[in-house]
């Protein structure tokens, strides 16, 4: 049986990638990561890594006085999750006008094309 992928929230995305990129940190490490990227205070980044453990996104280890944040969930999980949601919600389902969308709107050069080209090729034959 899967686990269900809890919802991210927009907001908790960028705590997320945090933690994914740069493993186990303590919140202090996330904020310290965060300060040059976004307005928000540390009191702010804090709750949203409270959130992020009682949605089950994010396990919390304790480490004599501290606590060390790690992600719980695996990220490309969580992409492909918030990927078929998005496509659920704006494309009612429909995968073609949803690719075309993203293709025509992208700026992809050759090897990207090249790269889209073979996942389809690999797709048609199952």
Not at 86 to 105: C, G, H, N, S
Request: net charge positive.
């Amino acid at each position: 049986m899967t686990r269900e992928l809890p919802r991210i929230a927009d907001s908790e995305w960028r705590v997320m990638q945090v933690l994914w990129e740069h493993g186990p940190q303590t919140a202090n490490g996330v904020v310290s990561t965060l300060s040059g990227e976004v307005k928000w205070k540390p009191r702010t980044i804090k709750t949203l890594i409270s959130r992020l453990v009682k949605k089950g996104a994010v396990k919390v280890t304790e480490e004599g006085y501290r606590y060390r944040y790690s992600a719980a969930v695996d990220e490309s999980a969580c992409v492909r999750s918030e990927t078929r949601s998005f496509v659920r919600r704006v494309y009612q389902d429909a995968m073609k006008p949803a690719l075309a969308a993203f293709i025509e709107d992208a700026d992809l050069s050759d090897k990207e094309i090249d790269d889209i080209q073979k996942i389809l090729k690999q797709k048609r034959k199952g």
